[in-house]
């Protein structure tokens, strides 16, 4: 756990502190107009409360949406076979910078996962794969596009399957 957090510390950009410290900001002035309104109860307790899921749900939010508007990708899969002699997917895909930043690394993920004859359950499949590769495509520049090939191993499942391909670019 202490490596996952010291990981997301050391790769965040200038970006993320700007974020996280208007959002700090606006943390700490409801927080204290909450304070100065502790004579009206209803509206202290609102805005103190407002403050922490401001911080929470804002924070969370942000970041992630501010990494898809500034690292913007497309992924596609271009074909893919299922090897007869060997427990393994061979996935062929692109990758292209859509965003106006060069990106430096992208981490790109295939994931297999079951399907069915429901709508939610297929939905629901999607957050737990059968199978997942990833892996790691440098110096892309804008509005270049890479071919990519991914093997997924070992993949011993029978039944029908879809794969989804993405990528987490910096």
Known sequence: MKGII??????????????FGILFFVFLLFII?????????GIALFLILFAFI???????YGYLKMHEYLFKNE??????KKLTFTQAIVLYGTIK?????????????????KISENKLKDYLLKFKPINKMSIIENDIAVGQEREIKVIIEPFTYAYDYNISLGADCK
């Open 75 to 80: 992924t596609s899969i271009t074909s893919q």
């Open 33 to 41: 107009i909450g304070i100065i309104l502790r004579h009206k109860v």
């Open 97 to 113: 910078n859509v965003s106006k930043k060069d990106f430096s690394s992208c981490k790109i993920t295939a994931k297999v996962y």
């Open 54 to 60: 401001q911080l929470i749900v804002g924070s969370t």
């Open 6 to 19: 010291t990981n997301f510390i050391n790769n965040l950009i200038i970006y993320d502190y700007i974020l």
